[in-house]
């Protein structure tokens, strides 16, 4: 099983559902720590509660020194014994420095179907839009935000009553399912993304949920 790190900045939503997949005897990955760049992350205690070890490295003591937080987040990856990273609603933008050491061994989730609208308010922005259908993406990270090859989506309908919390909360539950499906192809080595070359056969089925 391959020793797994979550990294979280809030609720941890993504992470609960990681950590519950994780419990099943043939999952390829053991969550073997969820790290907060927030003293304050909702999900530091849900994670303590499940028996998995936390640390917290804060960002703001290092002010705009992205690079030296992420050299003492390195240093508590190596002393957990980490082969792969999942970003969670981790909200802190990476460097070169975090990316090219996990590079094939990291990935992230985004609440939208990537291309389609990087960055943050994704819901906000989809609505905006007048986007009919709207999603999540599982990717692998890369130096550009929010734009790695793409392991795993899962669109959703946008209904005309929708707010952003309505449409949020639709794409958050496909958040839940594709986010534990794609940990388990990675960690599994059924898809790997060695840098630099194309992604191998996607063999997750990419429903669209109608209802
Ligand atoms: C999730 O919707 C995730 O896709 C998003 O933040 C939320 C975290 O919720 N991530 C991003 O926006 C990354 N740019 P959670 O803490 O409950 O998993």
Request: hydrophobic share 50%; glycine share 8%.
């Amino acid at each position: 099983r391959r020793r797994t790190a979550i990294l979280i900045s809030g609720r941890g939503s993504n992470m609960v559902a990681l950590l519950e997949a994780a419990r099943a005897a043939d999952f390829p990955a053991e969550i073997a720590l969820v790290l907060s760049n927030r003293a304050d992350a909702g999900g530091l205690a849900l994670a303590a509660a499940a028996g998995v070890p936390t640390a917290v490295v804060e960002s703001r003591p290092f002010g705009r020194d992205r690079a030296a937080h992420e050299a003492a987040v390195q240093v508590a990856l190596e002393a957990h014994g980490i082969e792969l990273i999942c970003l969670a609603g981790y909200m802190r933008l990476l460097t070169p420095y975090l990316v090219g050491r996990w590079a094939g061994r990291m990935l992230n989730i985004h609440p939208s179907l990537l291309p389609a609208f990087p960055g943050l308010d994704t819901h906000a922005r989809a609505l905006a839009a007048g986007a009919r259908l709207h999603g999540c993406t599982v990717h692998w990270v890369t130096e550009e935000m929010d734009a790695g090859p793409i392991l795993a989506q899962a669109a959703v309908p946008v209904l005309p009553e929708d707010t952003e919390e309505s449409l949020g909360a639709r794409v958050l539950t496909q958040e839940h399912r594709i986010y534990p499906a794609a940990l388990r192809l990675a960690a599994g080595g059924e898809v790997s993304w060695p840098p630099g070359s194309a992604v191998l056969a996607n063999p997750l089925p990419s429903p669209l949920p109608l209802s």
